[in-house]
Structures are given as C-alpha cells and as structure tokens.
C-alpha cells in the first residue's frame, strides 16, 4: 500500500515479508524457477545442475537450497549462480539472496539412484557442460591446448608504479633469464589489477627471444576442462604429455580449482613434473597461497615455494599513468584536467579505469566533439554516481551497532526492545543521508522492512537529535567516522 505512516506509535512492520509463505507457494516458486532453468540450460546441462538441488525454505527474504555435494554446489554457484538468482527474483519480488548448502545426510544414502542423476565430483560432467565451456578462445584441436594471448599485454603496454613493481620486476626475470630464477612465480591481487596482463606479457616475451620454446598458457577453469575431457575421452596419457612437455606453463586464476580434488591431484603432479625438470611454472590467484581456501595442504604449501608477489590496489599516480598511456594508445588527445578527474574518481580497479576512458573517447568520436571535463561527467554520470556510493549500507550497520555493542544481525532482526530498536533507528537515518538508496531498498536491508518504517525511523532521530543533546552527538560522531 502506498500511504505513509505518520503515526509514530503503530507498531513497526516487523513481519519477514516472506515469512508466511506457505509449502505450496515454496513449491510453486521452485517449480517454475526449475522450468525456466531447464528451456535456459538445455536439458542435460539441467539434469546434472539444476535437478539435484532442492529448495528448502524461503525466510527474511533468502531462498535457502541443498545438494548432495559441494562439487556441484560450487559449479552451480559459479556457472548459474547469477540465473538461479535472478529467476527466483523473478518469482518473489521479496527474495534477496539465495543460500545452498551441501545436506550431507544425502551423501551417502541412495541419492545416486538413476532417477536422481548428480555428478559426484569434477569426472562426472555431463557432454552438454563440457561443450558449452568450449569457447573459440581456445585452440584445443586435440594436440594443442593453450588459450589465445592478448596482444595488447605486454611488457611495453604494462605501467609500472609502486603498487606492482615487485610483481612486474619479477615477471621481467622470468621472461628474461637464461636459468629458471624462482619456481613457481605465484602473482596474486584482486580483479582487474595485471595479473592476466603480466603472464600474457612473459608468453610474449620468452616466444619472442626464442620461437621454439614451447609455452603453455590456460586459465585453471580450462585445465579443469581439459583434464576432465581427456578422463571422458581416455586420453590421459595424451593430456599429461602435453602439459609435461613445455618449457614454460602458466596457469592463471588457480584459485577455481579451490574444493576440485581430482583437479588439483592432477595439477599437483603436473606442476612437479615440470619444477623436477627445472621448468619455469608461473600460477595466478586472487589470494596468496596460505589465504587459498579449499586448497590441499601439501599443493599449497608447494605453491610457496617459489617467489610469491602481491599487486596491490592502485594509487592515484599509477592510475594517472596507465590512462596516459593508454590515451596515447588510441590516439586520443584528452585533456590533462579529464585524466586527472578519471583517475581520482574511477579507483577500483583498472578494467573499469580502461573501461571509462574507452566511453568517452568512443562518445567524442560519435559526437565529433573533443573530449572535456563536462561531457566527461555526463557521459560517464552512472558509473560515477556509483563510485561517489562510498559507504554502505552494510558499513552502517557493522559501525552503528559496534558503537551500541549490538550484534550487526539485530539490525536484522524483528526485536524491538529499545537497546536494539534505537540503534537501528539510527543506522535506517544515517543510511538514508549517506547512500543514494531509496526507503524501499532501506527497508529491505534491514530485514525486509516496510519503506514506512524507515521514514519513521527517519523522523524519530531527527526528532531525539532536536531533544536529546547528547544523542545528538552519537549520531554525529557517527556519521563522521562514516564519511571519513
Ligand atoms: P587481472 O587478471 O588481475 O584480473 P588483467 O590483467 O586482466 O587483470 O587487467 C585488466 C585490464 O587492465 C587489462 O586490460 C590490462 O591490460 C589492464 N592493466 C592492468 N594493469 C595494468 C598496468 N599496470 N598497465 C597497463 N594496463 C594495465
Ligand atoms: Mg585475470
């Protein structure tokens, strides 16, 4: 309903907006999300993934799910995650997150029963996966199995600044050296920060010193594959040699075969294979080897063995760099005021820096108007308004109910004794003034709340702020350390 609640004493919506659905409303939700699931994936994709998972319960607006096991929980999650989401989205406006759990009690009752097709582990991929995850980014024609290189990542194309000297210098010795300096050169940072870009740069550079060394290059998602293929197709032999023959592989984002066993006892040999015959091995992860989960212990101590170099956030000055260069790449006459402006605004990480500089040079191409600062912030006002979004609502609420000694899922939760409540109140107000986001959005981040009780919440700490002085104060003191 649309009106607005003016009445500061009716009781606040305290209900889970999806807390009274009943069984057959669960069942109907699933029913039709599977259905749509199964005309998206095909019907096999569909027997594998999406038929052995079960919806469980629905509440505070999370769909919970099981499987019997973790492998395809992780597959599930890592392939359809986003399409599972958004269907059930689709089906109950009021449902925000989805949850799956592994119900061990399936594992080892008859759940493999042929009605009830799930595959156990990574050998167990059905022909329809395997045939979508082949890409015409491969040449994987059955003798050669590498991933194209980028030509635009090389060493010359790559800015150095602070954040990623040790990580480039050690790269550069790689490539460079006659002898394998340190094996394996582990590089780990977070998204879009070089990592791809530098192990495409070291293929280049050791194929062009010397065109007959062999170089392998694949992300661990497709040496997954491979490996499962060649299990599929009994060509383990074939498999191994390949990757046992080269001078120098490199295996970027290790991080996927996390929880894959097979996988990784595969990976394992394979790696020792090539270090025993003083082979160079270059690995890339998001975390470094001790803060990879799911890892086996003896491959992730193996994995540090070697040199490990972080790529850290960027600063300013390497941001201001690397779109120089680029600017210059494409020929582009940008004015210095604009490259200073991306830089400071766009910092999280470097595709989207790429990303925002490549707009507004294709949009002053179209137009046939030069590039300046005003029609840089028009051009770019989404993404812009998105990264002035600096806190959160989710910060709020960590910071507010550390100040008050609540626990953060009271702000969740339907209790409304005053220690609780207030604090709340508190952090519905200040989320309101610092994020862009609207009463509605609000109200279903603290466990799905009517958009009313935020304007209330509103109000009401506006109102103790004009009466109670020190209240005042809290609340500023918070929003202070919010802010900065
Ligand atoms: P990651 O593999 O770490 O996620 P990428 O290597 O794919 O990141 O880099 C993302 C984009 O940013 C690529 O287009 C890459 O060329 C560019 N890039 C990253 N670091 C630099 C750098 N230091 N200098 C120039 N371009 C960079
Ligand atoms: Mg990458």
């Known amino acids: 309903m649309g009106y607005l609640d003016n009445t500061p004493n009716k009781p606040f919506n305290m209900l889970d907006a999806t807390a009274n659905l009943t069984s057959e409303e669960v069942a109907s939700i699933w029913a039709n999300v599977r259905a749509k699931m199964r005309s998206e994936l095909g019907e096999a994709a569909y027997k594998s993934w999406v038929k052995p998972l079960t919806l469980a319960s629905i509440d505070n607006g999370q769909a919970k799910m099981t499987v019997p096991t973790r492998f395809i929980r992780d597959w599930i999650l890592s392939r359809y995650g986003d399409r599972l989401l958004a269907f059930l989205k689709e089906e109950n406006a009021n449902i925000r997150t989805m949850e799956i759990t592994i119900a061990s ?47 635009r990542f090389t060493f010359e194309n790559f800015v150095v600044g602070k954040p990623n000297e040790l990580a480039f210098a050690a790269a550069r010795r790689v490539a460079d050296s006659e002898t394998v300096p340190f094996n394996p050169l582990f590089l780990y940072g977070g998204v879009g920060l070089g990592k791809t870009h530098l192990m495409h740069a070291i293929a280049w550079q050791v194929k062009k010193k010397d065109p007959s060394k062999k170089v392998l290059y694949i992300s661990a998602e497709k040496f997954m594959y491979q490996f499962i293929r060649a299990l599929r197709y009994k060509t383990t032999m074939a498999f191994k040699e390949q990757f046992r023959s080269v001078d120098l592989l490199m295996i970027d984002d290790v991080q996927f075969i996390s929880g894959k066993e097979s996988t990784q006892e595969e990976f394992f040999h394979t790696f020792n294979a090539l270090v025993d015959q003083n082979r160079q091995v270059v690995i890339s992860a998001d975390k470094s080897p001790s803060d990879l989960e799911g890892l086996e212990e003896r491959l992730r101590s193996r994995l540090g063995w070697g040199l490990v170099a ?8 390497l941001r201001l760099g690397i779109l120089q260069s680029k600017a210059e790449q494409l020929n582009a006459d940008i004015p210095q005021d604009v490259l200073e402006f991306l830089a400071h605004k766009v910092s999280s990480n470097i595709r989207e820096l790429e990303g925002a500089l490549n707009r507004i040079v294709a949009h002053a191409s179209l137009v046939g108007r030069p590039v300046t600062l005003e029609n840089t912030q028009e051009v770019l006002q989404d993404l812009l308004r998105a990264s002035d979004r600096k806190v959160t609502i989710e910060e709020i609420q960590k910071k507010v109910a550390e100040h008050f000694n609540i626990r953060i899922s009271d702000m969740h939760s339907a209790r409304r004794s005053r220690t609780v409540a207030r604090p709340r109140q508190i952090a519905m107000s200040l989320s309101k003034q610092l994020t862009q986001r609207s009463l509605p959005e609000i109200g279903r981040k603290f466990g799905g709340r009517d958009h ?32 900065g």
């Open 310 to 317: 972080d790529i850290h956030p960027t600063t300013y000055e």
């Open 452 to 483: 009313t009780t935020v304007i209330h919440a509103v109000r009401k700490v506006e109102e103790l702020c004009g009466k109670d002085h020190s209240f005042a104060e809290d609340v500023n003191l918070l929003r202070r350390m919010l802010e």
């Open 105 to 151: 009690s399936m594992r080892n009752s008859e759940s493999t029963s042929n009605d009830l097709y799930a595959p156990q582990s990574e050998n167990d991929i059905d022909e329809a996966t395997l045939a979508s995850l082949d890409d015409d980014n491969d040449t994987s024609d059955g003798t050669q199995i590498t991933s194209k290189l980028d030509p």
